[in-house]
């Protein structure tokens, strides 16, 4: 069964400074998606970045890249120039390409950046 | 474009009662979905739909009914509703062919 961790609750970084989140995935499923999310305390969900299984390369969107390494079936989130506006619960979410188009999301890392 | 909208915003109901969180996409998208988000359990995936007529159950599904009449509009039903469904509710909608979920602003449900 598919299967999302992430096992940093709470994460604080400073100003200016890059800080990574984990993930972790569990699927048997060869071709899947990874996303991530993230949360502002005003509640809204917002798309950050997207991986393919069957990229190449990792992927990246300004500030945010994604750490896919497929033999480890990790896909964390590096943020760098770490600004106030990225303190929010950052989401990790799966989805296999095949099959019931469900998704999967992690239970999520609340990110807090100091100034 | 407005978007993915939800309606009511805010909902308190009395244990039993029923209602209907409502969503609409003016996008066209063919990919619907409800989520719940509980404190510490990240968004599960309640029902979804992969278009007008079609719907599936996602990972909790009890308690909750959904129909997909037109490709625009995704309603989520409370039978009766139970103090264990206070919540808040996203739902979100996605094209074929993009990688991106547009999400709602979600509808903070509370049962008493």
């Known amino acids: 069964a598919q299967k999302i961790t992430q096992t940093q609750p709470g994460m604080f970084v400073q100003e200016k400074e890059a800080v990574t989140l984990d993930c972790t995935y569990d699927?048997?499923?060869?071709?899947?998606?990874l996303f991530w999310y993230k949360q502002p305390s005003s509640g809204e969900m917002i798309f950050l970045i997207y991986?393919?299984?069957?990229?190449?390369q990792n992927a990246t969107e300004g500030r945010y890249s994604l750490n896919f390494q497929k033999a480890r079936k990790s896909a964390n989130l590096v943020i760098s120039a770490s600004q106030l506006g990225d303190s929010a619960m950052y989401f990790c979410a799966m989805r296999e390409v095949s099959g019931t188009y469900k998704y999967i999301f992690g239970t999520g890392t609340r990110l807090k950046v100091l100034a | 474009n407005a978007g993915v909208t939800q309606t009511p915003k805010f909902q308190v109901l009395k244990t039993g009662q029923s209602m209907t969180l409502q969503c609409a996409q003016d996008m066209n998208h063919e990919y619907m979905s409800w989520y719940r988000q509980d404190p510490g359990m990240g968004l599960r995936l309640i029902h979804y739909?992969?278009?007008?007529?079609?719907?599936d159950q996602g990972e909790v599904p009890n308690g909750y009914n959904v129909s997909r009449s037109t490709t625009e509009d995704f309603p989520l039903r409370l039978l009766s509703a139970a103090p264990s469904q206070t919540s808040v509710y996203f739902c979100?909608?996605?094209?074929?062919?993009?990688?991106?979920?547009?999400f709602g602003p979600g509808t903070r449900l509370t049962v008493l």
């Open positions: 699927t048997s499923d060869p071709s899947y998606g």
């Open positions: 739909s992969v278009g007008a007529g079609i719907t």
């Open positions: 991986q393919g299984s069957y990229d190449q």
């Open positions: 979100a909608s996605r094209a074929p062919v993009s990688n991106e979920q547009f």
